[in-house]
Nanobody, 125 residues
Framework: QVQLVESGGGLVQAGGSLRLSCAAS????????IAWFHQAPGKEREFVAG????????DYADSVKGRFTISRDNAKNTVYLQMNNLKSEDTAVYYC??????????????????WGQGTQVTVSS
């Protein structure tokens, strides 16, 4: 049973920082993509960032480039999302998701088999 557990959300002022964690368990993730999505009230869930478990490939939504950094710690089976210079529009529930890596797949639009329960990020202006 694959489990993804997010943590690290909270309330922060605009311009502040948070680091989200996604702890993965239940299988070997060496050939997986782990991605972060967010969903604001009344809006569709959107891709934020993704990372391949092996290698150095990453991808970011345009809205977070230069502000957010995705990384992983293989020893801890954990993927992080460092969020800097937060804006009110970053307020959302943040989810991590996992899917086996396939060459040529679009991480932003592909189906993900595994999802965490989400963690709330609220940015006050």
């Amino acid at each position: 049973q694959v489990q993804l557990v997010e943590s690290g959300g909270g309330l922060v002022q605009a311009g502040g920082s948070l680091r989200l964690s996604c702890a993965a368990s239940g299988r070997a993730f060496s050939n997986y993509v782990i991605a972060w999505f967010h969903q604001a009230p009344g809006k569709e869930r959107e891709f934020v960032a993704g990372i391949r478990w092996s290698g150095s490939s990453t991808d970011y939504a345009d809205s977070v480039k230069g502000r957010f950094t995705i990384s992983r710690d293989n020893a801890k089976n954990t993927v992080y999302l460092q969020m800097n210079n937060l804006k009110s529009e970053d307020t959302a529930v943040y989810y991590c998701a996992g899917q086996s890596f396939k060459f040529g797949s679009n991480w932003r639009r592909q189906k993900y088999d595994y999802w965490g329960q989400g963690t709330q990020v609220t940015v006050s202006s």
